[in-house]
């Protein structure tokens, strides 16, 4: 495992002491990349002699100067190692921080990014004690938007098979290209959870000339504002935001009541289930079968949806009555519910709040697989994918309903069969959110 430590360079002051971080650490798992992005005399010298010495383990580009985002976009795109350690030229990696950080990475390699602590430096590298600006914790949510936007700083390793699955580094052109690290934060956590990695990695120096300095407080909440609006828009959160500062609130939209037209159906190609659902009187346009045989058909089946309601079903299952698809809307409609499945078990009620739902048919609100990664095949065995998306989603403040209903009937099937042994890769995966695994 090699993590790509990248560096846009502008100023040239501190810049030797940031490179000779890189060169101090424990471990040799890094390939340094450097970019001077129309940056000052000193720093384009200070490259060139890096250059000079073509060490095989540092990369240097020279490109015209296009901000912090776009220098940040570029190196990402010129590398290809597992992980990416973003560092700013004039800030220091503390010597374990590469070791450390790949310890976590494997102990954590379903997290799309690794948060460590940071401490503060004076222009001197030494060590001064500072209050600091952003909590170090997990971020909080409404209805899958993450609400505490501001909660971000580095170090911070990004998953570059997550980090490829984003629109990749964005800035405001009206703000010298910043807001980029709040921005990665909002879209790779679309991807997975992060995990903290409670150790001080990262210095962060305190001096006059800092790029931060020229960017005005009201200018940082403009972007946080921006930032967590084109969050809402992406993942087509019905959510308007209510205060203009972080941590922002948010009041659901007026919903709309949803009807058998907002559903398509999501089944494994030539299923017995396609028959099935025509029987019953869905059309032929609403059902989409996968013809891939591997763990993420269901993901591939969402992609090529698009309506408001997406419906898994799997072979496991025998449909007679269109009675319990309109039974379950019913019900959607009246709890708002973002989740929601047919029981195996004899309800008191109509309908019950679940901490997890069998995954035979599983009718879901599009935002919420927009808002998570949905059905994690790379990390997941195929039997546990259900209850891990319940625990994504409701990691993301949604909601989970199991209902009583008539007309579907579960089959007996060995893959429904849960052994204690087949939940470890659960509890490993969730074990840093103690409260959403407590049913295990």
Same mark, same amino acid.
């Given at each position: 495992?090699?993590?790509?430590?990248? $560096? !846009?360079?502008?100023?040239?002051?501190?810049?030797?002491?940031?490179? @000779?971080?890189? %060169?101090?650490?424990?471990?040799?798992?890094?390939?340094?990349?450097?970019?001077?992005?129309?940056?000052?005399?000193?720093?384009?010298?200070?490259?060139?002699?890096?250059?000079?010495?073509?060490?095989?383990?540092?990369?240097?580009?020279?490109?015209?100067?296009?901000?912090?985002?776009?220098?940040?976009?570029?190196?990402?795109?010129?590398?290809?190692?597992?992980?990416?350690? #973003?560092?700013?030229?004039?800030?220091?990696?503390?010597?374990?921080?590469?070791?450390?950080?790949?310890?976590?990475?494997?102990?954590?390699?379903?997290?799309?990014?690794?948060?460590?602590?940071?401490?503060?430096?004076?222009?001197?590298?030494?060590?001064?004690?500072? $209050?600091?600006? =952003? *909590?170090?914790? !997990?971020?909080?949510? =409404?209805?899958?938007?993450?609400?505490? $936007?501001?909660?971000?700083?580095? #170090?911070?390793?990004?998953?570059?098979?997550?980090?490829?699955?984003?629109?990749?580094?964005?800035?405001?052109?009206? %703000?010298?290209?910043?807001?980029?690290?709040?921005?990665?934060?909002?879209?790779?956590?679309?991807?997975?959870?992060?995990?903290?990695?409670? @150790?001080?990695?990262?210095?962060?120096?305190?001096? /006059?000339?800092?790029?931060?300095?020229?960017?005005?407080?009201?200018?940082?909440?403009?972007?946080?504002?921006?930032?967590? @609006? /084109?969050?809402?828009?992406?993942?087509?959160?019905?959510?308007?935001?209510?205060?203009?500062?972080? #941590?922002?609130? %948010?009041?659901?939209?007026? *919903?709309?009541?949803?009807?058998?037209?907002?559903?398509?159906?999501?089944?494994?190609?030539?299923? #017995?289930?396609?028959?099935?659902?025509?029987?019953?009187?869905?059309?032929?346009?609403?059902?989409?079968?996968?013809?891939?045989?591997?763990?993420?058909?269901?993901?591939?089946?969402?992609?090529?949806?698009?309506?408001?309601?997406?419906? %898994?079903?799997?072979?496991?299952?025998?449909?007679?009555?269109?009675?319990?698809?309109?039974?379950?809307?019913?019900?959607?409609?009246?709890?708002?519910?973002?989740?929601?499945?047919?029981?195996?078990?004899?309800?008191?009620?109509?309908?019950?709040?679940?901490?997890?739902?069998?995954?035979?048919?599983?009718?879901?609100?599009?935002?919420?697989?927009?808002?998570?990664?949905?059905?994690?095949?790379?990390?997941?065995?195929?039997?546990?994918?259900?209850?891990?998306?319940?625990?994504?989603?409701?990691?993301? /403040?949604?909601?989970?309903?199991?209902?009583?209903?008539?007309?579907?009937?579960?089959?007996?099937?060995?893959?429904?069969?849960?052994?204690?042994?087949?939940?470890?890769?659960?509890?490993?995966?969730?074990?840093?959110?103690?409260?959403?695994?407590?049913?295990?």
């Amino acid at each position: 495992m090699t993590i790509s430590i990248e $560096v !846009p360079v502008f100023k040239g002051e501190f810049l030797q002491q940031c490179i @000779d971080s890189v %060169f101090r650490q424990t471990s040799d798992a890094w390939q340094l990349s450097l970019v001077w992005d129309g940056g000052d005399q000193l720093s384009h010298k200070i490259l060139k002699e890096i250059e000079a010495t073509e060490n095989p383990k540092v990369k240097v580009f020279f490109n015209e100067n296009q901000g912090i985002a776009k220098a940040r976009a570029f190196i990402s795109s010129q590398n290809n190692e597992a992980y990416i350690l #973003p560092l700013d030229d004039d800030d220091e990696l503390a010597p374990n921080a590469v070791a450390r950080f790949i310890e976590a990475a494997k102990a954590n390699p379903w997290a799309s990014l690794l948060r460590g602590k940071r401490g503060f430096i004076n222009q001197q590298s030494e060590i001064v004690e500072k $209050v600091q600006w =952003f *909590p170090f914790g !997990p971020r909080n949510y =409404f209805k899958g938007m993450v609400t505490d $936007v501001f909660n971000q700083a580095q #170090p911070y390793l990004i998953r570059k098979s997550a980090y490829d699955q984003t629109l990749g580094w964005r800035g405001f052109d009206d %703000f010298m290209q910043a807001g980029e690290d709040c921005d990665i934060f909002l879209q790779v956590e679309e991807v997975s959870h992060f995990e903290l990695v409670d @150790d001080v990695l990262y210095y962060y120096r305190i001096h /006059d000339d800092r790029a931060s300095n020229e960017l005005t407080s009201a200018a940082a909440f403009e972007m946080w504002r921006r930032l967590a @609006d /084109d969050a809402l828009q992406r993942m087509e959160l019905p959510l308007i935001r209510t205060n203009e500062a972080p #941590p922002f609130t %948010f009041i659901e939209k007026e *919903p709309i009541s949803k009807t058998i037209a907002d559903i398509e159906f999501i089944v494994n190609y030539q299923s #017995p289930i396609v028959q099935q659902l025509k029987a019953i009187g869905i059309t032929e346009e609403s059902i989409i079968e996968v013809t891939s045989t591997i763990d993420s058909w269901r993901m591939e089946g969402f992609k090529a949806s698009s309506r408001k309601l997406v419906c %898994f079903v799997k072979d496991t299952v025998t449909i007679s009555d269109i009675s319990f698809v309109t039974d379950m809307l019913e019900i959607l409609n009246e709890t708002n519910a973002d989740i929601i499945a047919p029981s195996k078990k004899t309800l008191e009620k109509r309908y019950a709040k679940s901490s997890w739902l069998h995954d035979d048919f599983l009718l879901v609100k599009r935002e919420v697989l927009l808002a998570t990664t949905g059905f994690d095949s790379e990390f997941i065995p195929e039997n546990l994918q259900g209850i891990d998306f319940c625990i994504q989603a409701r990691r993301r /403040d949604f909601s989970c309903y199991e209902v009583a209903v008539s007309g579907i009937t579960y089959l007996e099937d060995s893959r429904n069969i849960l052994q204690e042994n087949d939940l470890t890769s659960l509890k490993t995966k969730w074990y840093s959110h103690s409260a959403l695994i407590s049913f295990i």
